[in-house]
């Protein structure tokens, strides 16, 4: 241990120094036996720090450390930091814009159903990432995600994002669905039937306490911003002014952070953290459609 710290003092300004955390205690009330080398403080044992040990794969990711690993150890830092790229972009067939079918909306709103699915394998390997997630790079959202300009809103995250070789717009991001589900129109807009889908019948609650049950489910390769992952739908029929609604698996398969005030979606990836922007003007010409079709209001 005394060796490793001597090596991370060694390095100087690249090692990124914790404040000693504050005692609300008394330095006679604390147990000597607990000093951390690090901190350079009585708190914890130096073996048992957190931050040291975050630090450490830190440096060693960096390569800076390498003069104390083994052979063995050598060769996967190399492995582990070989450059990843991101997945080239699908060959786009066709461009699926809003289906509307109809003036009524169902009163649907797609939340809360909790999944069962099993699944089925898809034909279209998932992009796997050798690289531990303690070094993913992190998310954070700022002002400068806003575009200029930007006025103060209340709309929801609309995204575009390639599903089976289509690009497909209007798909609504929803952290309160805790279901991916994708339109049976659009579906077969995209080329797909109802052949294609795992007979699945699953009830959909609404908040309101309404209740639909899906067709179906489905899983296509969906890619976004050189991430390509196989993801599960269940496919619903009737009308609604999206296309796909993107609820909580897809988020957490992603790793990704929606922020409907930045207006933009963010994850993480081995080559950096990725940032989708959503489409305001389209978000708010969806909310007009679905405020139109459920007050029967004229177009």
Known sequence: MEGL????RSLGDQIRW????????PNDDRDSSKRCEWHQDICHRTEDCYKLRREVKFQVRKGNLDHLLSRGGKQDRREATNQVLPSAPPICTKIINVITGGSELSGLTYSAAKRKATGSKGDHPETSYRVSQSILPPVTFDETDIESGAEQHNDALTITLSIGNCTVRKA???TGSSVNLIMLETLKTMGFDKENLIKKYVPLVGFSGETAHSVGEITIPTYIEGVNKLVRYLVIEGPTTYNVILGRPWLHQMKAVPSTYHQCLKFPTPWGTVTVKGDQEESRNCYTQALKATTKLPS
């Open 5 to 8: 710290l001597k090596a991370l």
């Open 18 to 25: 914790q404040k000693p955390p504050t005692q609300d205690r």
């Open 172 to 174: 609504l991001v929803d």
